[in-house]
């Protein structure tokens, strides 16, 4: 059975904060991948063969493999971040603090552009409009529920504010 104390969520975070910064270098890795790929295959034909193969039923492989570069970079921002709250609540005194509000409301916003940017790229690459509106809506769904999830932690910091500061 899972505790629920602080001192079970700081031993949890510790353990998944090693798995969050390896789980960003493999993203990075990968979103550095297609970016060579999509750049090799404007020189080298076997680049363009892998970037096909890879985005199978594309119209546009450009597309496809830039809305894949783009989709591995917001991945791996969201990790990153995941890494920096999980450090942060390993770390600090308490997990509610304006850092991870900070982290979270900023993870937020990136999912905006990124909303805009990935349902672009998607009709580009296909041509479809169901998946487009589904990019394009998850973002911005994603986006408020990770603002919901800011403003909760803010909550959190001003409670802990004034139980720290009560007798």
């Known amino acids: 059975m899972m505790k629920g104390d602080l001192h079970t969520l700081k031993k949890v975070c510790l353990y998944g904060s090693r798995v969050m910064l390896v789980g960003t270098v493999v993203l990075f890795a990968v979103a550095v991948a297609m970016l060579g790929l999509g750049i090799g295959s404007l020189f080298s034909d076997v680049c363009s063969d892998l970037c096909r193969d890879i985005t199978n039923d594309a119209q546009n492989v450009g597309a496809a493999m830039a809305e894949l570069f783009v989709i591995f970079i917001l991945a791996t921002v969201t990790v990153l ?41 998607e009709f580009l690459a296909h041509g479809i409009i169901a998946p487009v509106l589904f990019v394009f809506f998850g973002c911005i769904l994603l986006s408020v529920i990770l603002y919901i999830f800011a403003l909760i932690i803010r909550y959190g910091a001003v409670l802990q504010n004034e139980s720290d500061h009560t007798l």
């Open 81 to 121: 971040c995941t890494y920096r709250i999980m450090v942060s609540i390993h770390s600090e005194h308490s997990p509610f603090n304006e850092s991870n509000t900070d982290i979270v409301k900023r993870l937020s916003l990136a999912y905006l552009p990124a909303s805009v940017v990935l349902a672009l790229l």
